[in-house]
């Protein structure tokens, strides 16, 4: 191997090894119970958030902070790592206090209303949350168990004068498959050349377009992504979304697969996406949306039951052509057809082989500014 390919895979491995352990790092302890956290959702009148508690092992070789070592041990940490059932957890927003208790694998999650509205100023806000008891099935635990057992967790809850909201797939939408391939997704993170990252081009400029809308550059519209994958893979997501530039939401909406060493089987997801959209519908009532997918697996189909279901709450579905089947895309031509008949014309479906057919169409509707066109025919 070339001296400078060597350099440039070490280079990369050692960055690898420093984010992977970064979630291990974040908690600020070593060993005994920690909260993880995930992004949280809502409005001013309620709020939506989930979470992990997990014991860590404590075990400290004294590497310097930094150091690949130091990262390699931080990886092990969190490898071995184990969810712990039945625990109770704190949380506090605003001037509400409610707790919840971790189920069998460890997660949590909390329905919280708001007596009164968070500040409107912003959009981002902190929730508070630290661990009240020991797990039922824990009385035996080590006195240092507790010293990871607080933590912050960001909270999003959209300005109230935007337009519309967006909900985008990730797989083969925002990025080529491979997300649930780990190996694979951290080589082109980390090791590969900005080129060779599995972005689709172009997609960041159009969606920092959708952010920004035309015109009032603080527009800041919602964007929320749902994946088929993992939550074991949510920090490589964010990882993904900040590296390529691309506007982050609440990157809530992925799967809990079973992986874990508790219930080492996939667990089945049915109408995992159907029913993420419909929460977001009500939620988010009388919002409308804008709805961006792929031609690989059923979003033409699911979003077009959507738009029948929930008529006027559907601007446009833009669908991106990944199929290279010409029967396929007959399938959803048709089903374009369909929705511009059953809507007269209030909400259509665009398939696109690219991000710059997207971005043309939304720069039509004045979804996007000319400016942030051009950001993506210069990224094709």
């Not at 797939?169 to 080129?195: C, P, Q, S, W």
């Amino acid at each position: 191997m070339p001296r400078r390919s060597t350099a440039t895979l070490i280079k990369g491995l050692k960055k690898l090894l420093h984010v992977v352990a970064r979630p291990a790092k974040s908690e600020k302890v070593h060993g005994g119970r920690l909260i993880h956290t995930y992004r949280g959702y809502g409005t001013h009148r309620e709020v939506f958030m989930m979470g992990r508690v997990f014991r860590q092992p404590g075990f400290n070789l004294n590497l310097p902070e930094g150091s690949w070592r130091r990262d390699l041990a931080d990886i092990m940490r969190r490898t071995v790592r184990w969810g712990i059932k039945h625990i109770d957890v704190q949380i506090q927003l605003g001037g509400e206090t409610v707790t919840v208790t971790t189920d069998r694998d460890g997660y949590f999650n909390a329905h919280i209303q708001l007596g009164t509205p968070l500040p409107g100023d912003r959009i981002w806000h902190e929730a508070h949350l630290r661990i009240l008891s020991p797990s039922k099935d824990q009385k035996s635990a080590r006195a240092n168990d507790g010293a990871g057992g607080e933590a912050v967790a960001d909270i999003y809850i959209p300005p109230a004068d935007i337009d519309f909201a967006v909900i985008s797939d990730i797989d083969d939408t925002v990025m080529y498959t491979g997300v649930a391939n780990k190996l694979k997704m951290m080589y082109h993170l980390f090791i590969a050349r900005a080129e060779q990252r599995m972005a689709f081009p172009g997609v960041a400029a159009l969606y920092r377009g959708f952010h920004v809308g035309d015109g009032d550059q603080h527009c800041q519209r919602p964007l929320l992504y749902v994946s088929r994958a993992p939550w074991s893979i949510y920090e490589m997501l964010e990882a993904f979304f900040r590296l390529n530039r691309i506007p982050v939401g609440p990157i809530l909406f992925l799967r809990e697969w079973g992986l874990t060493l508790q219930h080492p089987l996939p667990r089945k997801a049915e109408d995992h996406k159907r029913a993420l959209i419909e929460t977001m519908l009500k939620l988010y009532d009388p919002l409308p949306f804008v709805l961006i997918g792929d031609s690989g697996q059923h979003d033409p189909e699911i979003y077009t039951d959507i738009v029948r279901d929930y008529p006027g709450r559907i601007r446009t579905v833009y669908i991106r052509d990944v199929s290279n089947d010409a029967d396929r895309q007959q399938a959803i031509e048709a089903l374009s057809a369909q929705i511009n008949k059953e809507q007269n014309n209030d909400c259509s479906l665009v398939l696109a082989s690219d991000s710059l057919t997207m971005a043309e169409h939304a720069h039509g509707q004045g979804y996007i500014s000319s400016d942030a066109l051009e950001r993506v025919r210069e990224s094709q």
